[in-house]
Nanobody, 123 residues
Framework: VQLQASGGGSVQAGGSLRLSCAAS????????YGWFRQAPGKEREFVAT????????VYADSVKGRFTISRDNAKNTVYLLMNSLKLEDTAVYYC?????????????????WGQGTQVTVSS
């Protein structure tokens, strides 16, 4: 599985961004996709995950109600819509995938990773 993340950028606090993660190389049913982020000096942390079959989602408490993870079957793409962005959302965001039919929150459970995309929120 190859993953290509895009959509990062700079935005003012309160603004919005949509990240995309285009997947290729293997069938997507039977996979779970996740978004993680890593700020300077911090460990990579879970943001959101979606099970491809059925579309069930789980979010980190820090982003619940502000971020939305979704998928487009036709485009083999997973999105992360980020609203009401805060300064503390600044990080490099990574998409990942793993063969599972349930939620995966631990980055060690994901064997496939895209390159990161920088999100910078300023005041």
């Amino acid at each position: 599985v190859q993953l290509q993340a895009s959509g990062g950028g700079s935005v003012q606090a309160g603004g919005s961004l949509r990240l995309s993660c285009a997947a290729s190389g293997r069938t997507f049913s039977g996979y779970t996709y996740g978004w993680f982020r890593q700020a300077p000096g911090k460990e990579r942390e879970f943001v959101a995950t979606i099970v491809w079959i059925g579309g069930s989602t789980v979010y980190a408490d820090s982003v619940k109600g502000r971020f939305t993870i979704s998928r487009d079957n036709a485009k083999n793409t997973v999105y992360l819509l980020m609203n009401s962005l805060k300064l503390e959302d600044t990080a490099v965001y990574y998409c990942a995938s793993g063969s599972a039919l349930y939620f995966l929150r631990d980055p060690g459970q994901y064997p496939y990773w895209g390159q990161g995309t920088q999100v910078t929120v300023s005041s």
